[in-house]
C-alpha cells in the first residue's frame, strides 16, 4: 500500500483543494444575506496555458458584470475523472465542472451526477438552435439536457508542407489511393521519417470506418456494427498502412503522440484536432505544418469530432448561480474563447468570427465540421473505450491478429458488454 | 515482576504498587494514544474497510449493495487479473534477488578503503532519496527509442529496441528503473550491517587461511543475514505492490498490451477508472495474503537469530 498511498497524496492535495472551495462555499452560503457574492468553483482539466488563461478571463469578465456572484476557475491536473469521481464520493465536487467523450459524460449523467438543465433552459428562454446539433446532442439523453457545449475539435490532416515539396508532391492526399502513395514517397525510414505517426487507437481509425460507409455502433448505440463489409474495410485499409510500413506508431519515433512525431520531423502526416495548433507553434516552432480535411474514402471523409460541455453538478449549493455562470459561458463567452483562439466554436454563427479569417490554419478545421461524427460510447463502456479498443487494434497493426479476426473480437465483447446491461 | 518484588516488596505495599502500576500503563496508553488513533483511521481503518469493500456492488457514484463473494468470483474468472498477477510475481521474482544481490555487492565495496569513498555512496544512494515520479519521467526519456540507453547501444552496434513500446521489453525497463531506485537505499542498510560484523572475525578466519572471498562467503553473508531478511522482506513487499513506476510510465494503462500491468495498477484502474469498486477490492484482498504469505515463508527462511 505503500506505493499506492504515495500517489494519494497527490489525491489528498486535491481533496484538500476541493475542502478549501468547499469552505468558500459554505462562508458564501452564510454571508450571501449580507451581500457578499456567491462563490461558484468552475472546474477543468488543466489544459494548456492558452485554454486555462482564456477560461480565466472569461470569469474575470463574468464576474465584472454578475457583481452578486463570483467565480473562481480551477484546473484539475493529473486523472480529471478520477479526482472528480471522489470529489462527488466526498460530496463537495465543484459547482461547474467540463465533460466530454469516451463514456465519462454518460457515466456522470446516467448517475445523477451532472443534473439535468432543463428547468433552467426553459424558464430562462435559452435556445439550443445556435450550437451545432452533433456537439449539443452529444450531452441530451433524450429530451434532458446535461451540458452546454464548451469547445470541440474534429479530426482533421495534419501535413508537413515542405516534406511534401521536397518529395515532389503537389498538395495534401484528398483520397485514400492518394494517401497510401504520398505516404509511400514520403517514407524514408532509413532516417527514422514516416509518412504517417499516428497511435493505432481507435479514435484515429473509426474514421476510416466511416469514411467506407460503416460504423462502430448504430446511432443511438444500442448495438455494435462492426461486422459489416464496410467496418472491415475501412479498419483493413487503416492496418495496410501499417503493415506497408508507411505509417508507423509515435513511441517508434520516440514521440509519444502524432503531433509530436510531426513536430520532430519524423512524420510527413498525421490525424489531430485543433489542440495541435498551439502546441506545434508553441513546441516546434521551425517545423512548418499545414492542416487539410480529411482523404475521401469510397464514401465520404467524415471525421470524428470531440465535443465538450459545461454541466452543474450534484453538489453545487446555487446551481441557479452556476446556471447564470454556464449560460455566460456558453453565450458572450463564447465568442471571447474564438476571439483568443485555441479550440473550435461550437456556435455556428460564430464560425465567421474575424479570428477565423484572420488565422487561415482554421479554415478546414471549419471546413471539416460539417462532414463529423460527434464520438462517444455509452455508460458501462469505459474499460472497452481505454483499453480494449487499443489493445486490440496495436494486436492487428503489428500483424500479430487479422484486421477480422480484431474485428470480431470487438464486436463480440462490446455486444457483450450491452447485454450486460451498463452494469457500472 | 520478578520474584524478588513479589516477596518483598507485594504484601508490604500492594494496593500502592498496584495503583503505581496502573498510572503506568495509563500513561503509556495515553503517549500511544495519538499514534494508536492516526494508525487506526488513516490505516488499520481503510485496511479494514477494503475487506468490506470487497463484499460489495458500488461504482462510487451509486449506492452500495452487499454481492457476498461475487467479486472474487468474478476476479479469479477475470483474464485480466492473472495478466496482473503473472507480471507482479515476474516483477517480484527478478527485482527482488537482483537488487539484493547488486546492494549487497556495492556495501562491500563500499565498505573498503576506496578513495572518493563518500562521492560513490551519495551516487548510489541518491536515487532513492529522489522522487519516484521524477525518476519514471527520467526514465521514459531515457528507454526512448532515440533515447540515451539506445544510442549508448548504437555506439558499441546493438541496435536497441523500442522499450516502453514494445511489450516484451517494456516490464523489462520498470525493472531496470525500479533497482536502479531501491539498490542504494539497501546497499546503505547493508553497509550499516557490514559495520556491526566484529572485525576479529576476519582476522581470525584469515589467520587460518581463508581467501578473500571464501571470507566473504563464509562470515559476512552468514552475518549479514539481519539486514538481509529486512531487505528481502522490503524489498519483496515493495515489489508486489509496485504501482507508481507502473502507472507513469505507461501512462496509466498498463500497456503496451497489458505487459505493465500489476496488481496493485489493475486495482486502481478497477476502482478508479472502471468504477469496479468490489472487484478492485478483491483484488487488494489478495495482494494482501499474496505479501503476508510470501513474508511469512522469507520469515522462515531468514528470520532466525544468528548462530555464531
Known amino acids: ?424 | 515482576m520478578t520474584a524478588f518484588e513479589r516477596h518483598y516488596a507485594t504484601p508490604k505495599r500492594k494496593g500502592g504498587w498496584r495503583q503505581w502500576r496502573r498510572r503506568d500503563a495509563a500513561t503509556a496508553y495515553v503517549f500511544t494514544l495519538p499514534t494508536v488513533l492516526l494508525l487506526a483511521a488513516f490505516s488499520l481503518g481503510p485496511a479494514l474497510y477494503a475487506f468490506f469493500l470487497s463484499g460489495v456492488s458500488w461504482n462510487l457514484l451509486n449506492s452500495m449493495h452487499w454481492v457476498g463473494i461475487a467479486n472474487y468470483v468474478a476476479l479469479f474468472r477475470l483474464p485480466l487479473f492473472w495478466t496482473a498477477v503473472k507480471n507482479s510475481v515476474i516483477f517480484a521474482a527478478v527485482v527482488m534477488p537482483v537488487q539484493t544481490a547488486i546492494a549487497m555487492g556495492f556495501a562491500v565495496l563500499m565498505n573498503q578503503h576506496l578513495p572518493a569513498r563518500p562521492v560513490y555512496r551519495l551516487a548510489f544512494f541518491f536515487p532513492s532519496i529522489s522522487s519516484s515520479a521524477v525518476t519514471s519521467l527520467m526514465f521514459i526519456w531515457i528507454f526512448n527509442k532515440l533515447g540515451l540507453l539506445n544510442g549508448f547501444l548504437g555506439t558499441i552496434g546493438i541496435a536497441g529496441p523500442n522499450w516502453i513500446g514494445n511489450p516484451h521489453f517494456a516490464l523489462s525497463a520498470i525493472m531496470i528503473l525500479n533497482i536502479w531506485s531501491t539498490s542504494g537505499y539497501f546497499m546503505v542498510v547493508f553497509l550499516a550491517g557490514l559495520q556491526a560484523i566484529p572485525q576479529s572475525m576476519y582476522e581470525a578466519a584469515a589467520i587460518d587461511g581463508a581467501s578473500g572471498f571464501k571470507r566473504f562467503l563464509n562470515i559476512t553473508v552468514p552475518l549479514l543475514r539481519p539486514s538481509t531478511f529486512f531487505i528481502v522482506v522490503m524489498g519483496l513487499i515493495g515489489t508486489l505492490q509496485m504501482f507508481d513506476q507502473s502507472f507513469i510510465i505507461s501512462g496509466g494503462t498498463g500497456g503496451p498490451l497489458n505487459s505493465t500491468l500489476t496488481i496493485a495498477l489493475l486495482i486502481y484502474q478497477q476502482i478508479f477508472s472502471y468504477g469496479q469498486v468490489g472487484l478492485g477490492a478483491a483484488a487488494t484482498v489478495f495482494l494482501f495474503v499474496l505479501v503476508l504469505g510470501s513474508t511469512i515463508l522469507v520469515n522462515r527462511w531468514l528470520g532466525k537469530p544468528i548462530e555464531y
Open chain 1, 1 to 424: 500500500m505503500r506505493r499506492i498511498k504515495q500517489v494519494s497524496i497527490l489525491s489528498t492535495t486535491a481533496f484538500a483543494t476541493a475542502m478549501l472551495a468547499g469552505c468558500g462555499v459554505a462562508n458564501a452560503t452564510g454571508s450571501s444575506a449580507s451581500g457578499k457574492p456567491v462563490t461558484i468553483v468552475v472546474a477543468s482539466w488543466a489544459g494548456t496555458n492558452v485554454t486555462n488563461g482564456i477560461i480565466e478571463q472569461q470569469l474575470a469578465a463574468f464576474n465584472k458584470a454578475h457583481p452578486s456572484i463570483h467565480a473562481v476557475y480551477r484546473p484539475i491536473s493529473g486523472n480529471y475523472q478520477t479526482i472528480l469521481k471522489t470529489e462527488f464520493v466526498a460530496g463537495d465536487a465543484p459547482d461547474i465542472i467540463t465533460v466530454n467523450n469516451g463514456g465519462q459524460a454518460p457515466l456522470f449523467e446516467a448517475q445523477g451526477a451532472v443534473i439535468p438543465l432543463n428547468p433552467y433552459i426553459n424558464q430562462s428562454h435559452y435556445s439550443l438552435s445556435g450550437f451545432f446539433s452533433g456537439a449539443i446532442n452529444m450531452f441530451k439523453a433524450g429530451n434532458t439536457v446535461y451540458g452546454l457545449p464548451r469547445d470541440q475539435s474534429p479530426l482533421v490532416l495534419y501535413y508537413n508542407p515542405a516534406m511534401f515539396k521536397k518529395a515532389g508532391i503537389s498538395g495534401p492526399p484528398t483520397t485514400w489511393a492518394q494517401l497510401q502513395t504520398d505516404a509511400q514517397k514520403l517514407t524514408n525510414a532509413h532516417k527514422q521519417i514516416y509518412g504517417i505517426a499516428q497511435t493505432p487507437q481507435e479514435p484515429r481509425w473509426a474514421q476510416f470506418i466511416y469514411q467506407a460507409g460503416g460504423s462502430v455502433m448504430n446511432a443511438s448505440m444500442t448495438k455494435m456494427t462492426l461486422n459489416t463489409p464496410a467496418a472491415l474495410q475501412g479498419f483493413s485499409y487503416f492496418v495496410h498502412l501499417y503493415r506497408s510500413g508507411v505509417a508507423v506508431q509515435p513511441s517508434q519515433v520516440g514521440a509519444t503522440w502524432g503531433g509530436q512525431a510531426l513536430g520532430m520531423g519524423h512524420a510527413a502526416m498525421t490525424f489531430e484536432g485543433a489542440w495541435a495548433i498551439p502546441y506545434l507553434q508553441d513546441t516546434y516552432p521551425q517545423t512548418p505544418f499545414a492542416i487539410a480535411t480529411l482523404p475521401s474514402g469510397p464514401v465520404n471523409n467524415k471525421s470524428l469530432d470531440f465535443p465538450t460541455a459545461w454541466a452543474i453538478t450534484k453538489d453545487s449549493a446555487h446551481p441557479r448561480q452556476a446556471w447564470q455562470v454556464i449560460q455566460y459561458l456558453s453565450g458572450a463567452g463564447e465568442a471571447r474563447w474564438v476571439e483568443q483562439g485555441g479550440l473550435v466554436t461550437v456556435r455556428k454563427s460564430l464560425v465567421n468570427m474575424p479570428y477565423y479569417q484572420r488565422h487561415p490554419i482554421y479554415k478546414n478545421i471549419l471546413a471539416q465540421l460539417p462532414h463529423a461524427v460527434p464520438w462517444n460510447f455509452p455508460n458501462g463502456f469505459s474499460q472497452y473505450v481505454s483499453s480494449t479498443l487499443s489493445n486490440v487494434s496495436l494486436l492487428a497493426v503489428e500483424g500479430k491478429v487479422s484486421p477480422k479476426a480484431a474485428l470480431q473480437q470487438l464486436q463480440s465483447q462490446g455486444v457483450s458488454i450491452l447485454k450486460s446491461g451498463s452494469a457500472q
